[in-house]
Nanobody, 122 residues
Framework: QLQLVESGGGLVQPGGSLRLSCATSGWAYAITWFHQAPGKEREGVSYISSYGGNTDYADSVKGRFTISRDNDKNTVYLQMNSLRPDDTGVYYC??????????????????WGQGTQVTVSS
């Protein structure tokens, strides 16, 4: 069973930055970051393929968030810049073997982390 552990969340002011990390017990998986705002459904925000050669982003975070991975460390990162109050919520990383075509769907993911809270507020 693949294990995923998120870290790096916290409280940040609007316009600030955070870097989330997703430590995994294996590297041969594509990873997606999901955002769940209070009272809302979980939404995919960014995807990276197992070797890191393919990335994708939700329109709401393009130009602000950057996903990357270090397979030597079995860790995927989400650099979040220019944070806005509507970025507030729990961020989860999820893993799939192959979901490039439908990474935004929670049903496409096979493994989940426990989530890390991000709060953007002044």
């Amino acid at each position: 069973q693949l294990q995923l552990v998120e870290s790096g969340g916290g409280l940040v002011q609007p316009g600030g930055s955070l870097r989330l990390s997703c430590a995994t017990s294996g590297w041969a998986y594509a990873i997606t970051w999901f955002h769940q705002a209070p009272g809302k459904e979980r939404e995919g925000v960014s995807y990276i393929s197992s070797y890191g050669g393919n990335t994708d982003y939700a329109d709401s975070v393009k130009g602000r968030f950057t996903i990357s991975r270090d397979n030597d460390k079995n860790t995927v990162y989400l650099q979040m810049n220019s944070l806005r109050p509507d970025d507030t919520g729990v961020y989860y990383c999820a893993a799939c073997r192959q979901c490039a075509a439908n990474w935004r769907r929670t049903s496409a993911q096979g493994h989940w982390g426990q989530g890390t809270q991000v709060t953007v507020s002044s």
